[in-house]
């Protein structure tokens, strides 16, 4: 088993920053995808970003993409997310997730281990 735990939401005004953090522990591995999810009210979970355990390859939508950036610190099994640029759409609870992907980065439910979530919202 895998626990996940994240933290640094909040509430911000438009244009501002948050940085999120996910601390992982159990049976983590460093070979794990680590990826971020978001879910507003009514609406599907969304894929946010995901970062192989490497760093080296990282994957983000189109909505997400330029402003927020997603970083991991294997030695602490710690994976970031900071957001820029926020807008009043980026409202929603953030989760963290991680598994041992081969594949379909983008597809939440490819994920077997998740955090509660953490609630970002954007004030206009």
């Known amino acids: 088993q895998v626990q996940l735990l994240e933290s640094g939401g909040g509430l911000v005004q438009a244009g501002g920053s948050l940085r999120l953090s996910c601390a992982a522990s159990?049976?983590?591995?460093?070979?794990?995808?680590m990826a971020w999810f978001r879910q507003a009210p009514g609406k599907e979970r969304e894929f946010v970003a995901a970062?192989?355990?490497?760093?080296?390859?990282?994957l983000y939508p189109d909505s997400v993409n330029g402003r927020f950036t997603i970083s991991r610190d294997n030695a602490k099994n710690t994976v970031h997310l900071q957001m820029n640029k926020l807008k009043p759409e980026d409202t929603a609870v953030y989760y963290c997730?991680?598994?041992?992907?081969?594949?379909?980065?983008?597809?939440?439910?490819?994920?077997?281990?998740w955090g509660q979530g953490t609630q970002v919202t954007v004030s206009s």
């Open positions: 997730a991680t598994g041992n992907l081969g594949s379909d980065y983008a597809a939440w439910h490819a994920y077997p281990y």
């Open positions: 159990g049976r983590t591995s460093s070979s794990y995808i």
């Open positions: 970062i192989t355990w490497s760093g080296i390859r990282t």
